[in-house]
Nanobody, 124 residues
Framework: QVQLAESGGGSVQPGGSLRLSCGASGLPYRDYCMAWFRQAPGKKREGVATICGDELHTVYSAAVKGRFTISRDNTDIRIYLQMNSLQPEDTAMYFC?????????????????WGQGTQVTVSS
C-alpha cells in the first residue's frame, strides 16, 4: 500500500521561503514519478511540480516556474519542494503523490495516492 507523508508547511510573509518534504513507502513500481500538487479553498487541486525517473526529469507549472524547485532523495524515496519568493496566491494545502513513470495523457494525470497534505499560508 502506497503511503505518503508531507511536512514542512507553515505561515510566512510575502517574499519568504519554505521547504516542504514528502516521504513515500510501499511504491509497487521501481521507475516512478513523484509530484507536488496544491489546493486552495474553493479551487481545484492543481499540479505544481513533478520529478520522474532515474534521470530526475522535472516539470513545473507556469505559476511556480523560476520560484520553486523540486528535488528527490533516492535513499529513502523522499522529495522536497523549495519554495522561494512566496506570494499570497501560493496559499494552499500542498500534497505529494506518486505514480509509475509512464504517460497517462497529461503530465498531471495518473496520480491516485495522496498524503494528508501540509498547509502553506502566505500573508502579511
Amino acid at each position: 500500500q502506497v503511503q505518503l507523508a508531507e511536512s514542512g508547511g507553515g505561515s510566512v510573509q510575502p517574499g519568504g521561503s519554505l521547504r516542504l518534504s514528502c516521504g513515500a513507502s510501499g511504491l509497487p513500481y521501481r521507475d516512478y514519478c513523484m509530484a507536488w500538487f496544491r489546493q486552495a479553498p474553493g479551487k481545484k487541486r492543481e499540479g505544481v511540480a513533478t520529478i520522474c525517473g532515474d534521470e530526475l526529469h522535472t516539470v513545473y507549472s507556469a505559476a511556480v516556474k523560476g520560484r520553486f524547485t523540486i528535488s528527490r532523495d533516492n535513499t529513502d524515496i523522499r522529495i522536497y519542494l523549495q519554495m522561494n519568493s512566496l506570494q499570497p496566491e501560493d496559499t494552499a494545502m500542498y500534497f505529494c503523490s506518486a505514480k509509475p513513470n509512464k504517460w497517462f495523457g497529461d503530465i498531471w494525470a495518473g496520480y491516485n495516492d495522496w498524503g494528508q497534505g501540509t498547509q502553506v499560508t502566505v500573508s502579511s
